[in-house]
């Protein structure tokens, strides 16, 4: 249990989740679109979505060959808890920032 909630629950696949419940990606597209994600870790984090059974990889015979990745019905069922969390979090960067600001004032104060 504990290694399917780090899956779902890491930033990258929660992303890529998000992004692909609006519509199926091309690998290309995705690389472009995720600011600071490194093809390695592209690469990796689709594969174990495809792997748990969330993503499906479709590879179409074109030259040069292209790969689309789309949700699973189990994928799907993933976005809205995603989506649930991501609203969460955007109601409360507010408040999560203040208490960053603060707890890092008062560290610094205590250091």
Known sequence: MRELLSRVGDKWSMLIIMMLSQQPWRFNALKRSIEGMSQRMLTLTLRNLERDGFVV???????????????????ESLC?????????????????GTARRRYDAAAKRNA
């Open 80 to 96: 809205e808890p995603v989506s649930a969390l991501g609203r969460w979090v955007q109601d409360n960067m507010g408040q999560i």
């Open 57 to 75: 990889r479709t590879v179409y015979a074109s030259v040069p060959p292209s790969v689309e990745y789309a949700l699973t019905p189990l994928g």
